[in-house]
């Protein structure tokens, strides 16, 4: 009974990477730009820096492009589209990865500031599915820009240097929140509760909101009007750290999803002149739906091609028609804590390779794009053509929920997509965690789907 059944399918076992230097340095980067990237404004003016010291260059849809070409485009500061022309024609079909690059944080309402009970608080609507309980007792940073009534705009990051002073939401102490702990815990700390204290002491007058209304203005110039012109994130101040007594994971804010962004957008710069013009899609607002201009449901993602395929005497139909699209996001991983939400069988788990997901969605495979059988077939093939620890995974029980992904939103231009991503650990926490060859392998992956 020793010999290996060669009918059975064996998942892949948590393992120690082969290439474990290599690894180790690729995750430093990762964590270098994790750490600086914390909105999708700042992983967009990072990506941007990188792809012009790679030599990519501004592209407006009038490039008289040639294969080799480097070019990106960006949307409203908040999501990128980069491309590497390939030696065939668009309509050869385009190799394209779509991830996204926000994460779920709490905003600031329009008009933040109020006094209550002696502190001035920033009241706040959170962004993205959270657990609101999470966000109380922690540093927390400002980022973001103030746009003014006078035409100029300041650029806000305060909170991540060890100098700067962090926001706090404070939480009920335990010696007397015998209702608090009997609540449900989407009312534990309900929403309107999740503002940050902003500041304690009162001006000349006894105002403590004037008060912070004037450091406000020293500091960035700005008066109360200004805040209807802002975009203000609150995102947890602390930096990515390794985890783990054999150092084998980090934990970071917004893995969920840059590191699939991360590891796509480097593969694409570093990559020579491919075969297939290679794709890198930096998308906005996946966590509340994907719509907006700046989200993939917008005509901009699909009109960077078209502009490709003009400039390129292409057909975009025909082009869309032979592309391949992975949508890059992270798989929920198996949790044995949490036994009972998983279907053991189906679930991936971290350390043991990248997930491939042939469906998400929920309640009926709901709202999501159902990857074809070939498809599943040329992806698997690929990966195990190239060397890349996969797995699949499946979000959890059938009935527990589940989540979908931009994988429908580029279907809809008719390009076949497939889900492929790291599979995490406490996903829309404050913090997640996944394990560093996954990390390392979404790289690897990247790597080869653009040569494909
Ligand atoms: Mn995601
Ligand atoms: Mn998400």
């Keep these: 009974m020793s010999e290996k059944n060669e009918l059975a399918y064996e998942p892949r076992k948590a393992y120690r990477m082969q290439d474990a230097e290599q690894a180790e340095s690729y995750c430093l980067k990762y964590r270098a730009f994790m750490d600086d990237s914390k909105t999708e404004r700042d992983a967009v003016r990072n990506a941007v820096r990188m792809a012009e010291e790679a030599g990519f260059r501004p592209y407006d849809g009038r ?4 294969p080799g070409d480097r070019i990106y485009r960006i949307n409203r500061a908040k999501s990128l589209m980069l491309a590497v022309i390939g030696k065939e024609s668009p309509e050869k079909g385009f190799r394209i ?6 994460s779920p944080r709490l905003d600031l309402k329009p008009l933040p500031l109020e006094e209550n009970g002696g502190f001035a608080f920033l009241k706040t609507h959170y962004y993205g599915g959270l657990k609101k309980y999470h966000w109380a007792a922690m540093p927390l940073a400002l980022h973001g820009v103030i746009c003014k009534a006078d035409g100029t705009k300041t650029d806000v990051s305060l909170g991540e240097d060890e100098n700067d002073p962090v ?31 902003a500041g304690l002491f009162e001006d000349g007058e006894g105002n403590v909101k004037n008060a912070v209304l004037q450091i ?28 783990g007594l054999d150092s084998s994971m980090i934990a970071a804010y917004g893995q969920d999803d840059k590191v699939c962004a991360f ?16 794709v890198v899609f930096l998308a906005d607002k996946e966590e509340i739906g994907s719509e907006g201009v700046t989200g993939l449901r917008s005509e901009a993602y699909a ?8 400039d390129l005497h292409a057909g975009d139909r025909t082009s869309f028609r032979a592309s391949v699209c992975i949508s890059a996001d992270v798989g929920g991983a198996y949790d044995p804590h949490f036994a009972d939400a998983y279907e053991l069988q189906n679930s991936c788990r971290i350390g043991n390779g990248i997930t491939i997901s042939k469906y998400t969605g929920s309640r009926g ?7 074809t059988a070939e498809l599943m077939q040329w992806t698997i093939r690929m990966m195990e053509q190239n060397g890349v620890c996969w797995q699949t995974g499946e979000y959890g029980k059938v009935d527990q929920g589940g989540a ?3 994988a429908v939103d580029i279907a809809k231009f008719g390009i076949d997509v497939v889900d492929v991503g790291v599979p995490l650990l406490s996903m829309h926490a404050p913090m997640e965690l996944a394990a560093k060859c996954d990390i390392f392998a979404m790289y690897q992956f990247s790597r080869c789907f653009f040569l494909s």
């Design 216 to 243: 406000l203005n020293e500091k960035y110039g700005m008066t109360e009007k200004d805040f209807l012109m802002s975009e203000l994130h609150l995102v947890p101040a602390q930096k990515s750290r390794e985890v």
């Design 97 to 102: 990865m779509a991830s996204h690059i926000d």
């Design 63 to 66: 490039g008289n492009l040639k």
């Design 167 to 197: 926001l706090y939401i404070s939480d009920l102490m335990p010696h007397i929140a015998k209702d608090q702990m009997a609540k449900k815990s989407t009312d534990i700390i309900p929403g309107e509760s999740l503002s940050p204290i």
């Design 303 to 310: 009109g960077f091609l078209r502009d490709i395929c003009d």
């Design 404 to 406: 979908g992904t931009v």
């Design 263 to 278: 590891a796509a957008l480097l593969a694409l710069l570093e990559s020579g002149t491919p075969e297939h013009t290679s």
């Design 365 to 371: 495979k709901g709202g999501c794009s159902d990857a």
